[in-house]
């Protein structure tokens, strides 16, 4: 943009000065033509006056004639020494006076001619004519090197076409720098907009920019404006959805619970209302739509652009692996899963209760998603300058190609075991960006399994 904007000024203003060039290359030639279409008149008026000015003959025919020259003539010969000439020619050419070089072709008829002749890298002007003297038909030649039309190839190189040239090759400096000076604002304005979040949607500082772009400016803050409510309007939808849900879904999964302990204890032979699988399949039924609506509630909570004006606080990950470990002990038992930690005290600064659903997802996909026997490990401590928290287990595992993708909103890896939403890891990455960073995945220790790790900004 800037580049063709910068380019159509430099070619909006040099293109007149090259015209404006031509124009006065133009003008200096119909000046020069004109001052020498003068100056034949005047080479035309002299030739008459310097056949007047043969007054007698030679002594002999071998003397040339005796001449008294006209003022005008004598004027003309004294303000132009060496760039004039005159010469007296009989009829068959022959130069009776003046000088020997203009002899040559004499005009066939009575009317005058006019030429150019270049001689020792000057360039002369000639009139020649018949005319009447005291000695008979003669043919008067007057020749003048001082003619502007044969100076003006030098002229219009060094008085026009190379001054302009140079103030052409000025004004494109002069331009390109003072364009960039006035884009500068434009740019910044620019790099401004490239170094924001997908997820800022503030308005843009009008005063900064210059009155032509604050249009512009102002039809962006109201797209952002309008983008911003949108997205407002959802996330409110989100929680208050998620939000109507848990009650009902807490009431729903309670009774659940309670009939399918019902029908787990009911003696053999006794009656139930549903066979004990179904029981069971509409309890894990509850149970995900209970857990799909807690994820999409915390997923509308952890929304970047909903934390921004919410103060962080030093949180203790030490304390916060301790706590989780705790909740999770009963799920990692009931699938005879080691939990255990790997702890070293350490202090970030962040949302508390964020990264209490940020741990609480990776060791809940960890547990659920490991085979009865296996191991889950939560650590927490400094790496360098960097505090890390990351949950590691030693289950199947997320292939490479696909560990882009389960950070995705509902994504799951194909062929997956298990119940799930595909919210769970998306919810943890959406917490990590609150803390200006993302979650790594890699491999587990020997190659099994999956380690997942954030990393906080040191500072």
Request: with cysteine.
């Amino acid at each position: 943009m800037t580049s063709g904007l910068r380019r159509r000024l430099l070619v909006m203003l040099i293109v007149p000065l090259v015209l404006l060039a031509l124009a006065n290359a133009w003008f200096d030639y119909q000046s020069a033509e004109n001052v020498g279409s003068k100056q034949d008149q005047q080479l035309l008026a002299l030739v008459p006056l310097v056949a007047d000015s043969v007054i007698a003959a030679g002594t002999s025919k071998a003397d040339p004639p005796v001449l008294l020259l006209a003022p005008a003539v004598e004027e003309f010969l004294k303000d132009r020494p060496g760039y004039s000439a005159y010469a007296i020619l009989d009829p068959d050419g022959k130069v009776l006076h003046g000088e020997p070089r203009l002899a040559g072709q004499v005009p066939s008829a009575q009317e005058p001619e006019l030429h150019s002749e270049e001689s020792s890298g000057i360039t002369w002007r000639i009139a020649r004519q018949r005319q009447q003297s005291v000695l008979g038909e003669i043919v008067v030649v007057v020749a003048d090197a001082s003619d502007p039309r044969q100076q003006w190839a030098r002229a219009i190189l060094i008085k026009v076409l190379l001054p302009n040239l140079v103030l052409i090759a000025a004004a494109a400096f002069a331009v390109r720098f003072a364009v960039e000076q006035a884009l500068r604002p434009l740019l910044a304005l620019k790099d401004a907009v490239e170094r924001r979040s997908p997820r800022d949607l503030s308005a843009l500082d009008e005063s900064a920019s210059p009155e032509e772009v604050r249009p512009l400016v102002q039809s962006l803050n109201r797209l952002f404006g309008l983008v911003n409510a949108q997205a407002e309007g959802q996330r409110r939808f989100i929680a208050d959805a998620a939000h109507q849900l848990r009650t009902p879904l807490a009431a729903l999964q309670a009774q659940v619970e309670a009939w399918a302990q019902a029908a787990q204890g009911k003696p053999p032979g006794g009656e139930l209302p549903l066979p004990v699988e179904q029981v069971q399949r509409l309890r894990g039924a509850t149970r995900r739509t209970s857990q799909l609506a807690n994820q999409l509630l915390a997923l509308s909570r952890a929304d970047a652009r909903a934390m921004e004006a919410q103060p962080m606080q030093r949180v203790d990950l030490k304390e916060l692996c301790e706590t989780q470990l705790e909740h999770q002990l009963d799920a990692a038992a009931a699938k005879s899963i080691d939990l255990g930690v790997e702890l070293e005290p350490v202090q970030v600064t962040g949302h508390d209760w964020l990264l209490r659903e940020l741990l609480g997802n990776l060791v809940d996909n960890a547990i659920k998603y490991t085979p009865e026997g296996g191991t889950v490990t939560i650590r927490c401590g400094r790496r360098g300058d960097a505090a890390f928290l990351e949950v590691e287990d030693d289950g199947p595992g997320v292939p490479p190609g696909e560990r882009a993708h389960v950070l995705e909103r509902f994504y799951r890896v194909q062929g997956t075991q298990g119940e799930g939403t595909g919210l769970g890891l998306a919810i943890a990455e959406e917490i990590a960006r609150v803390h200006h960073s993302h979650l790594q995945l890699r491999e587990g220790r020997d190659g099994r399994g999956l380690r997942i790790t954030l990393t906080f900004p040191s500072g």
